[in-house]
């Protein structure tokens, strides 16, 4: 899927969100392991993560190709500070209309918008998919 829109933070700053693809891997992978550390509130502690760059680089990849499944990156002055993905729960009948939903923001960046406006981005390519259900 892709996805690019350039929103302004409550401070001002310029946040591109768009999304992720292999190039990507090493940031997304940084940031991830920065937010799990950060907070408890997320599924995983950074040293669960088993994910090589490598192998972020092929879910990235995936996720770029896919007609349902995003990784959206947000990234102020080129970084990577925060990402939200959907992909599909499954591909059997009942499941079609429903899609996971993740986020993580590093905490340096919270209280700016950039939460929301992850979300707002994983609703709107959500819908263009065909999801009415985000978990």
């Known amino acids: 899927m892709k996805y690019q829109k350039e929103v302004l933070l409550k401070d001002g700053t310029k946040c591109l969100l768009r999304g992720a693809g292999e190039r990507d891997a090493a940031e997304i992978l940084r940031c991830f392991h920065l937010t799990h550390a ?57 499941l079609r209309h429903r899609a996971d939903f993740g986020i993580a923001v590093e905490k340096a960046y919270w209280g700016k918008g950039i939460g929301r406006a992850l979300t707002l981005a994983c609703i709107e ?5 065909g999801f009415s259900q985000l978990e």
Do not use: H, M, R, W
Request: charged share 30%.
């Open 125 to 129: 390519c959500a819908k263009q998919a």
């Open 38 to 94: 950060e907070t408890d509130y997320l599924l995983t502690y950074p040293e669960e993560n088993l994910f090589t760059e490598a192998d972020e680089a092929k879910f990235l990849k995936a996720s770029e190709e896919s007609a349902n499944a995003i990784e959206i990156g947000a990234f102020v002055d080129g970084k990577v500070v925060g990402s939200a993905g959907i992909e599909p729960l499954g591909d059997k009948e009942k």
